[in-house]
């Protein structure tokens, strides 16, 4: 497989026009994909409706889950922000604090606004011990508060739900009453189906119960079957024609809300397209699990222009008469990339265009018969007029247009808005380049004095080569994003073993032999007073303040890097980076202590939005069940293993300790 070119499953369906065809096959489309001779859109168009009539008495639909009071906001949801809980705009590491007021103006200034936001808060953390995935969520300080914050700030809320985590702690209750407490108690709106394109019945049932409201929103194409449970969807992977075509669970309900995404692309034009003559939304997802990979400037400003006319026309987009790839569009126009779709309702007429070339299309873009009301470009604030020869626009490049037409009988609240909005400048940026944010290397710490750490093993100055061992996943290991502007990534490309040389620098200095235990620390604790920022989970194995009886000399564990670092400053030391680490583990006396645990390094970085840190040597514990698990087990010295740093003590694990370097 071309990792480059999507796979049959994901190519649009191909919409037979001939006369007396069953179109019941296209039931299982993701896209239906456009003809690429414009003289057979009216049969097109034709078929299309043949197929969702027939679609709706296939399988008895009635919409009346889309009736349900408390959900209708997921009908005009048109911009979902996925968000790492840890996300350096969403919480301050250096306050311990949330911050969604900064989240919430920096969605505004560069997307426009968002209307809801996922809160991803395990993967890929989670299996670095046994607790499960909703932990990961009670054990956050001040979570209920920051919802309640999203709220006020008009924001709904998205839990993550992982079906594939079988393997951690169990409880008493079902997976489905547990995660039904949760979002309940937490105030949720939606839940998020990871990895699923539908929710299990039993599961579904159980969230429903808690609250008749709450909305499930799948990760990929949704069975025909499940639209009518289902609010919304992502059309994530979904290859289109050149002539856009339509999104197959959209047309037969239009209250049925899907998010476009393509989480690797730098390119996002075609999605946003897609979206836009549609009538849809879109998924912004800035950092993949901390691999980076944000939006270019033309499509940020793409989506500004977008979602204010989709949210001021919301009711022309969902209820209105739907035109796809209107015929109004000359063939000057077409030839050069130009489509759209036009929605009539009552007296108000939109057309959402699009230019599918990267040059702009400067000229008549609508040849309408109804040239009477009031015309406005929603999208730019360029006013415009319509007269015999049509309505002349600038569409951008990879850019979209938005036309309202306000007849003599809408109401004055409409006429206003697309007045306000035809008056409002929203430019078109044209520069698509990557916006880079590499992740930077914290500065290693200089050692205070001589330090005394105990036995230690020698790490010599100089130029080494080192070779490290690391399971492909979706963050990566450093800073790139491991399938930048693939299709979709699956086995053996995925969870598979990487080799990696990297040429480094050694300063020179010791490694101690072993990891600092429970005593050690308690000595620490007992000569400094320290208590850290935040203590939740801070040293929770302890008793009265002490360690267990009998652990004394095991390796303390339950502390994070500042608690770490703060300890090897009283020593008048640091921690090893993971080359020291690796380097000295070789060496004759360095050993391990039981339990085993993972090492922190000196090894952290940041890119501005998320932050991680190397880990070494492997643990005893082995989460079992799912390749999306954090790694366990031993492990050889070459193998790093990329820990996303959380915050609110949630990196403190039972699982993972450290040891001094000098």
């Not at 009346?64 to 996300?87: K, M």
């Not at 350096?88 to 949330?98: A, I, K, P, S, W």
């Not at 929770?540 to 004394?552: L, R």
Request: proline share 7%; hydrophobic share 40%; net charge negative.
């Amino acid at each position: 497989m071309n990792p480059l070119e999507p796979r049959p499953i994901d190519l649009p369906g191909r919409v037979d026009l001939g006369l007396g065809t069953d179109l019941s096959f296209l039931d299982d489309a993701k896209i239906l994909g456009a003809p690429e001779d414009p003289a057979d859109l009216p049969r097109w168009r034709a078929k299309l409706a043949e197929w969702r009539f027939g679609a709706i008495e296939r399988t008895r639909y009635d919409g009346s889950h889309y009736n349900e009071p408390g959900r209708e906001w997921t009908q005009t949801a048109y911009s979902v922000a996925l968000v790492w809980l840890w996300d350096d705009l969403l919480y301050n590491v250096e306050t311990g604090r949330f911050t969604p007021e900064k989240f919430v103006e920096h969605g505004v200034a560069e997307f426009g606004g968002y209307d809801a936001i996922v809160l991803w808060h395990a993967y890929p953390v989670i299996g670095i011990d046994d607790r499960n995935q909703f932990d990961f969520y009670r054990d956050v300080p001040g979570l209920r508060a920051l919802i309640d914050d999203l709220h006020r700030l008009g924001l709904k809320v998205f839990f993550d739900y992982n079906p594939w985590d079988v393997g951690t702690r169990r409880a008493d209750r079902s997976d489905s009453d547990e995660f039904a407490t949760l979002v309940t108690d937490y105030a949720v709106d939606g839940v998020f189906l990871d990895t699923l394109k539908e929710g299990d019945p039993k599961f579904t049932r159980a969230i429903r119960q808690a609250n008749p409201a709450i909305a499930l929103e799948g990760e990929s194409r949704l069975p025909m079957a499940r639209i009518g449970d289902h609010a919304l969807s992502w059309a994530q992977w979904f290859a289109d024609t050149r002539a856009p075509g339509v999104l197959r669970a959209h047309l037969f309900e239009r209250r049925h809300m899907m998010h476009h995404t393509r989480r690797w692309n730098r390119d996002h034009s075609d999605e946003l397209q897609s979206a836009w003559v549609n009538g849809v939304g879109m998924l912004v997802w800035e950092s993949v699990f901390s691999a980076w990979v944000g939006w270019n400037a033309r499509d940020r400003a793409t989506l500004r222009r977008m979602v204010a006319a989709q949210r001021a026309f919301a009711p022309v987009l969902i209820a209105g008469d739907w035109i796809q790839l209107t015929p109004e569009i000359p063939e000057k126009a077409r030839d050069h990339g130009v489509y759209g779709s036009r929605f009539d309702l009552a007296d108000i007429t939109f057309w959402t265009l699009i230019n599918r070339h990267d040059e702009d299309f400067d000229g008549i873009v609508l040849r309408s018969e109804d040239q009477v009301g009031d015309w406005y470009d929603v999208t730019s604030g360029v006013p415009i007029t319509a007269d015999d020869d049509g309505v002349h626009l600038t569409v951008p490049g990879r850019g979209v247009a938005g036309i309202v037409r306000v007849g003599a009988t809408a109401g004055a609240s409409c006429r206003a808005t697309a007045r306000k909005l035809g008056t409002m400048p929203r430019a078109h940026v044209s520069e698509s380049a990557f916006p880079m944010r590499p992740a930077e290397r914290v500065v290693v710490p200089p050692v205070s004095g001589p330090a005394e750490i105990g036995p230690t093993v020698d790490v010599p100055a100089g130029e080494r080569t080192l070779t490290v061992r690391h399971r492909r996943r979706e963050t990566g290991l450093y800073d790139t994003a491991p399938y930048v502007e693939e299709w979709k990534p699956l086995p053996p490309r995925l969870h598979d073993i990487q080799t990696v040389e990297r040429e480094v620098s050694l300063p020179g200095g010791s490694v101690a032999i072993a990891e600092v235990t429970n005593a050690e620390y308690l000595a620490f604790m007992q000569a400094t007073g320290y208590r850290p920022l935040v203590p939740n989970r801070f040293l929770q194995h302890w008793v009265d303040g002490a360690p267990a009886p009998g652990t004394e000399d095991q390796p303390v564990t339950y502390v994070d890097l500042p608690d770490a670092r703060a300890y090897a400053a009283w020593r008048g030391g640091r921690l090893p980076t993971e080359d020291e680490w690796q380097i000295g583990a070789l060496e004759e006396g360095f050993i391990r202590r039981e339990p085993l645990v993972w090492n922190l390094t000196e090894s952290e970085h940041r890119d501005g939005r998320s932050r991680f840190c190397i880990l070494k040597g492997g643990s005893h514990y082995v989460a079992e069940g799912s390749d999306w698990y954090a790694d366990g087990g031993p492990q050889d010295p070459d193998v790093s293993f990329k820990l996303v740093l959380t915050g609110g003590g949630l990196d403190r694990s039972e699982n993972i300790g450290f040891r001094c370097a000098g």
